[in-house]
C-alpha cells in the first residue's frame, strides 16, 4: 500500500519511546496520506501505556501496530519490522529521538523529488564535530573527505558534518536513528550471525543492501532532535567490542583489502588511546579485545 510505516525498535525505555509517539502526533501530514507506526519491542511496554499510544495515534488518523519479541537483537527488531510493515516506504526512527511537525511532509516529497532514491536519511540535530575535531576523525580514519563517504576503516563519522549541508546529496550510508527505504529494496533482510544484540553496523549494512536496486540521499532538511538515552543499553565492553568487530565484517562484505583492515587497526589505536583508563576501562578492554581479531583467521 502506498503510505508510510514508522518504525521504532525499542527496549524498557517508555520514557523516551513515549516522546517520540507524541511528536508523531504534532505532524502536518495530510489525513488522506496512509500512516502507521510499528513498535518492535524486545523489553516489557505497560499494556495502560500501548492503549494510551493507540488513542493518540488513532485520533491523529495512524494505526498502531504493537510486536513483543522474545528473540533479542536490534537486527532481527529491524527484519520483523520490515514483515509487519504494509506501506510501501518505512522509516525507521530511534525511541530516543523527537521530530519535528514537517518531517513526514518533508521526507515524502524527497522521495517525490527523487523518484531513483530508494532511500533517504536526515540529520541529527546536536550530531557535528569541530573543526579540530573533524582533523582528529579525518586522521584516524573515522571520516571521509567526503559527507556521503565511509572512512577508510568503514566508520560511519563522516555523518557529524552532515549539518553543514545546505542541499540534498548522495550517500553510501545512512544513521540508523533516522533513516528510511523503499520497502522493496530492504524485503530480503536476513539474520546475521555477527549482528547481535545491539548490532552495531546495522544501519550500514542495510544501506548497503538497498544501494542494490538504487540511490540514497540524505536531505538536511529532515533534522530531528536525538536525546541519546543511555537506559538499556549493553555494556560499555561488549559495545566497543562489537564496533571493532562489526566493522572487520562490514570490510569483509564489501572485499575492501588489506589497506581497510590497517586503517581500522589505526582507528581502534586511537579509540583506545582517546579513552580514560580510569572511567573507560571497559571500553578500552573491549577495543582491546576486538584488536585481537582484526587479523585473525575467523575474520581477516
Known sequence: MQGLSVVICTRNRVQDLTRCVHSMTNQTMS?????EV???????IPEAVLDEYEALLNKKGYSFVYYSKTDHGLWLSRIKAVELASMDTILFLDDDVEIPAHYFSTLLQTYLDYPDCVGVGGVAIGM???FFGTIRCLMSFQQ?????KLSLSGQAGSMYNWHKARKTFRTEFQHGCNMSFKKEAIKDLEPVPWLKSYSVGEDIYMSRMALKTGKLYINPDLKL????S???????????YTRVVNHVHLLKDKKSGPLGYLALLWTTFYLILREKPKK???????YKKGLKQIFSKELA
Open 230 to 240: 543511555s537506559a538499556s543499553r549493553d555494556n560499555l565492553e561488549d559495545v566497543a
Open 225 to 228: 532532535l536525538h536525546h541519546e
Open 280 to 286: 573507560n576501562l571497559p571500553a578500552i578492554n573491549g
Open 128 to 130: 557535528r564535530n569541530s
Open 144 to 148: 571521509s573527505l567526503s559527507s556521503g
Open 38 to 44: 510499528i513498535i518492535v519491542d524486545d523489553g516489557e
Open 31 to 35: 489525513k488522506d496520506y496512509n500512516i
